[in-house]
């Protein structure tokens, strides 16, 4: 399975999955990164792909004329690597209609979606006083955060969590399910 991955961060996500290609492969999974995609400049999770000498590129909003025209784009780039599946792994933009149209997208939260969807939502889970928060691995559609639920791990809230070190222990979680998805997915090709 032929995988794209879109990061705008640190890409430790990212890493989990390219940590986990051999043993995928040797269980009889198979699946490896692609390319990896930013929307912005000097991700570390670009920086993780090029440690490997897997092809990379930067797609940035603010370098095109419209948000359809960065739409096209990022389409026309990632087509040209002929992915299976594409997976949002912390991409902090709302993908488009083209490119949604092209490929079959997951994405990963770090919340217990339909809870606490967008940019924030370990910072909205804590202000809204949960105990329990987590993660969720889904298909992305043309909603935020809205798609069909594949997966989702729970994580306690802890005395004295902050922002930080909640994200922290929930992308614990969301590292290892994404890996055990992606290798199932790979195993069952039914979805494509
Ligand atoms: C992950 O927790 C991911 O769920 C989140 O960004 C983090 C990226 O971490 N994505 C979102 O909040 C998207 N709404 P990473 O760069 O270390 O993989």
Redesign the pocket.
Known sequence: MRLAVL????????QAVLDATEAAGAAGASFEVVVVGADRDGTR?VGRAQERGIPTFVCRVPDHDSRADWDADLTRLVAAHEPDLVVS??F?KVLGPVFLEAFRVV????ALLPSFP??H?VRDALAHGVVVTG?TCHWVDAGV?TGPIIDQRAVRVAPGDDEGSL?ER??EQ?RAMLVEVLTSLARDRSWR
């Open positions: 990061v705008s961060g640190s890409g430790t996500n990212l999770g792994a912390g902090m994405n990963t939260h770090p967008g940019a939502g993660c955060d994200h929930i992308k969301e």
